[in-house]
């Protein structure tokens, strides 16, 4: 018997909607088991070692099931609505539920992993909204805008910048007016979590159920504003370095932090080195602006770099475009076409290792029947 979506209630503030219900519904009827077994449930917390989640009847450990632990499949991520079976419970090494399967997501936020590895590391699932956390310090730099807003723009949650530490800066119109060139299209809002100033245009982003992940480097005051948000100290802090403004990870781990008005924030590691795990369909989104413009060059295939008739070199020319905007363009351009070159061959090469691994069961299976024979 499929379950009642208000038997969760929990749940349902913590992000549940119908979608996540009917894949759970779908999972349950797929494996065949009694459904009185499995329940929904969402992902609070993970580190190396240790995973939570909220049932609903309550948070609980869990492990994960073996197609994890083998690499079958990818772990879930913090956000994530995932399948338990709670028949199970105690008997994994957590002694808590055991996570059989992660639901499909409605959003999912995703980088690169770090190094020379062509793999997606999942940041956080099921994301309502990103708030792009830059510092109005140090910390303030548009170029590093641009690549959160293509990050931002690739996981189909609403954007924000939130530019942060107002209190440090004498003006900040003009910041503000900067970071809406560099991020068009989003809301841009200056904000300090210790004067209070700019909190309030946070609210409508922050509604019961809604889950809002912070984006930022390290030292831009993701974890200030959200022990100020949720009213009392959830998250360490720290001070930056005297010089550059730059932070140490205070947050080493992912994890939901509920607020009185029924949202939820979500922490992430600081960001020293964002590398995108994108498509050209999120660049020309975040730049949409060039796109246009494009629109208007000479030739279908122009690449804004020194044709005649380009309507974006231009723009340059006459001052309507920045000039380090388009060098930015470039350059992001170049990094995500030698990642779909990458992509593409990593794909290839797990293709031939799957199919390598078939041919040897197929033969292995050739050889014991002829052996029993």
């Known amino acids: 018997m499929e379950k009642n979506l208000q038997d969760g209630e929990c749940l349902l503030a913590y992000g549940?909607?119908?979608?996540?219900?009917?894949?759970?519904?779908?999972?349950?009827?797929?494996?065949?088991?009694?459904?009185?077994?499995?329940?929904?449930?969402?992902?609070?917390?993970?580190?190396?070692?240790?995973?939570?989640?909220?049932?609903?009847?309550?948070?609980?450990?869990?492990?994960?099931?073996?197609?994890?632990?083998?690499?079958?499949?990818?772990?879930?991520?913090?956000?994530?609505?995932?399948?338990?079976?709670?028949?199970?419970?105690?008997?994994?090494?957590?002694?808590?539920?055991?996570?059989?399967?992660?639901?499909?997501?409605?959003?999912?936020?995703?980088?690169?992993?770090?190094?020379?590895?062509?793999?997606?590391?999942?940041?956080?699932?099921?994301?309502?909204?990103?708030?792009?956390?830059?510092?109005?310090?140090?910390?303030?730099?548009?170029?590093?805008?641009?690549?959160?807003?293509?990050?931002?723009?690739?996981?189909?949650?609403?954007?924000?910048?939130?530019?942060?530490?107002?209190?440090l800066c004498e003006d900040a119109v003009g910041p503000r007016l900067d970071a809406q060139q560099a991020a068009p299209g989003m809301p841009v809002f200056a904000i300090s979590s210790l004067t209070d100033t700019g909190l309030e245009a946070l609210d409508g982003f922050l509604g019961p159920g809604q889950t809002v992940a912070l984006v930022g480097s390290s030292g831009a005051g993701k974890s200030t504003l959200i022990n100020r948000l949720a009213g009392h100290p959830v998250m360490k802090t720290g001070a930056v370095r005297a010089g550059d403004d730059r932070g140490r990870h205070t947050t080493t781990h992912r994890q939901l932090v509920p607020l009185p008005a029924g949202g939820l924030l979500l922490d992430n590691p600081g960001?020293?080195?964002?590398?995108?795990?994108?498509?050209?369909?999120?660049?020309?989104?975040?730049?949409?602006?060039?796109?246009?413009?494009?629109?208007?060059?000479?030739?279908?295939?122009?690449?804004?770099?020194?044709e005649p008739g380009c309507a974006v070199q231009g723009a340059v020319d006459g001052g309507r475009l920045d000039a380090a905007r388009l060098a930015n363009w470039h350059g992001l351009s170049r990094e995500l076409a030698s990642l779909e070159r990458r992509r593409n061959v990593a794909h290839r090469r797990r293709e031939e290792r799957r199919t390598s691994k078939l041919y040897r069961r197929v033969q292995s299976a050739k050889r014991s029947r002829r052996g029993s024979g």
């Open 271 to 306: 960001i020293r080195e964002l590398q995108l795990w994108a498509g050209e369909e999120a660049l020309e989104s975040a730049f949409g602006d060039i796109e246009s413009l494009a629109r208007g060059c000479r030739f279908s295939d122009c690449s804004h770099d020194g």
């Open 16 to 167: 549940y909607t119908p979608f996540h219900q009917s894949h759970f519904d779908e999972f349950v009827r797929r494996v065949g088991v009694d459904d009185s077994d499995l329940q929904p449930a969402r992902v609070l917390f993970t580190s190396r070692d240790h995973l939570r989640v909220l049932t609903a009847h309550g948070e609980r450990a869990a492990s994960l099931a073996g197609l994890f632990r083998r690499g079958d499949v990818d772990p879930p991520a913090v956000g994530d609505f995932v399948a338990v079976d709670v028949a199970q419970s105690g008997a994994g090494p957590s002694g808590g539920v055991v996570v059989r399967s992660a639901l499909p997501r409605r959003t999912c936020i995703s980088r690169k992993v770090a190094g020379e590895v062509t793999r997606e590391q999942v940041v956080a699932a099921n994301v309502d909204t990103i708030f792009l956390v830059m510092g109005l310090d140090g910390d303030y730099n548009l170029r590093r805008l641009e690549r959160f807003a293509v990050l931002a723009r690739e996981s189909g949650a609403q954007p924000v910048v939130v530019l942060s530490k107002a209190d």
